[in-house]
């Protein structure tokens, strides 16, 4: 394997100014946003890691790839060409585009019908949860032990528990409990700290599936990724291609679903690919009633050309060993600068394990939440909180919620967007928060939405805010 290039491999053609605003300025705007840290303004956030979604710098290729883009409403060139590119790439005959991931994930279950039935899984993100549980099902994850212990490191932590899916098909089959309708692994598994998903894992997932008569889907959004960390952590795929890899991964699956704003580098869209041609038939139905026509999803011709040329792009060995290589400098100084991360450092993102740094502050007053909010405070750092406030369950009317198994702060890095000077910088603005940590207090939620309320909530702080000069 190629060792990482010593620095960003690429040119920078454009750049874009960074909003530097002082801490007065950034207390008015959380204040403003309600301690929603999705509520804040773009030109009032300084280092900008919410998410790696649709936040990529795009290539020469891709910019010419726009131009090129066919707008035709039915049976446009742009989507036959992203048509046989992600058929050569997954092996999926039927092929859909989507506006997003989370279109192809809303079509895909309601056209699997899951009302009454469960969809398990090694970890089910936010909104691929809360489209299960809108078309009517249940969403139930089965994580692998090694998983549950985010100090101890271990190579494949987003591998499902194949003990405890053979348990949950049993007791499905013999009337225990829900049908089970698919399994759908996410590879990277971003709810267990972007950590990565095995080849040996998919296919003893695939076998006892397969033994229970349950679909397959592929959560497929960094694909790319999952794909790079097998080849780098299990010698028997060491001399195979970050693309041989992936074709693998997607021949063991029924079908996937797939965000475009991730290991394609597109700033819009997504994909849906399927075997089963009756399911398909189903897909398209619902696809021009909720995305549009079936050769365009919800996107424009130049959109498509875009996805097409990132996923040519997305296997490129150079860029994801430097991609690994550089997320994994900026966990080592985090958690030198004193937080608690997830180990061993994922592909996309860090995660701070924000109960373990903030005990004071129960869960039920979303410490991670609080921790988030102070990063942006010290230094215009907007990131994101998935633990209770994302991923807890209310109750009752008034009663509070159930906590999540965790509370963390993800610190996704977007694709070609900063430099590893930005990640110092937000390394020493971590640091500064450490260290004013017994400081902080908990939030309440105000305002909420039935799903995904993370998104839109309003929250107040339970006492007094430090200042950030005080740590």
């Known amino acids: 394997m190629l060792p990482p290039p010593p620095f960003e491999p690429y040119r ?71 048509e046989s590119v992600a058929r050569e790439l997954t092996g999926m005959p039927h092929i859909f585009p989507a506006h997003q991931g989370r279109g192809a994930e809303q079509v895909l279950f309601e056209a699997l019908a899951v009302a009454g039935k469960a969809v398990v899984s090694n970890g089910l993100f936010d909104t691929t949860r809360a489209h299960v549980e809108a078309a009517g099902g249940t969403g139930i994850d089965i994580t692998c032990p090694a998983s549950r212990s985010f100090s101890v490191p271990a190579p494949f932590k987003g591998d499902i528990d194949i003990d405890a899916l053979r348990r949950t098909l049993e007791a499905a ?10 399994c759908v692994m996410t590879v990277t598994n971003n709810v267990c700290g972007g950590q990565p998903v095995s080849l040996e894992n998919l296919r003893a997932a695939r076998a ?64 849906l690919g399927t075997r089963d041609a009756a399911l398909a038939d189903r897909i398209r139905a619902i696809l021009v009633l909720r995305e549009g026509f079936p050769t365009y999803g919800g996107l424009a011709g130049r959109d498509l050309e875009a996805i097409a040329t990132g996923l040519e792009e997305a296997t490129d060995e150079r860029w994801l060993a430097y991609r690994v290589a550089s997320v994994e400098r900026f966990g080592r100084a985090i958690a030198e600068a004193g937080a608690p991360i997830i180990e061993p450092p994922g592909g996309h993102a860090i995660y701070i394990d924000a109960r373990r740094l903030l005990p004071h502050i129960p869960p039920e007053r979303y410490p991670a939440q609080a921790l988030a909010c102070d990063l942006y405070l010290r230094g215009g750092v907007r990131t994101v909180e998935v633990g209770t406030f994302m991923l807890g369950r209310a109750r009752g009317e008034g009663q509070g919620d159930i906590p999540a198994p965790f509370d963390l702060v993800r610190l996704a890095v977007p694709r070609r967007i900063y430099t590893e000077r930005h990640l110092e910088y937000t390394a020493e603005v971590v640091r500064a928060s450490v260290l004013g940590a017994s400081r902080l207090c908990g939030l309440e939620i105000v305002k909420q939405a039935r799903h995904l309320r993370h998104f839109t909530a309003s929250l107040r702080p339970l006492g007094a805010v430090p200042q950030a000069s005080q740590a």
């Open 173 to 182: 089959a013999q009337g225990r409990h829900a049908p089970v309708a698919a």
């Open 12 to 82: 920078i053609k454009v750049v874009e100014p960074i909003p530097l605003l002082g801490e007065e300025e950034r207390r008015r705007a959380l204040e403003r946003a309600e301690w929603n840290l999705f509520r804040l303004r773009a030109d009032e956030v300084t280092v900008d890691l919410l998410t790696d979604s649709g936040f990529s710098a795009m290539s020469a290729e891709q910019w010419s790839a726009l131009s090129r883009g066919d707008e035709s409403y039915a049976g446009s060139r742009s989507f036959e060409r992203l």
């Open 208 to 271: 006892v599936l397969t033994e229970f008569g349950v679909p397959l889907y592929v959560d497929a959004c960094r694909f790319a990724e999952n794909s790079f960390f097998v080849k780098l952590r299990d010698p028997r795929a060491a001399r195979r291609s970050v693309r041989e890899i992936a074709r693998e991964v997607f021949s063991l699956a029924d079908g996937f679903t797939f965000s475009a704003k991730k290991d394609a580098f597109a700033s819009i869209g997504g994909l």
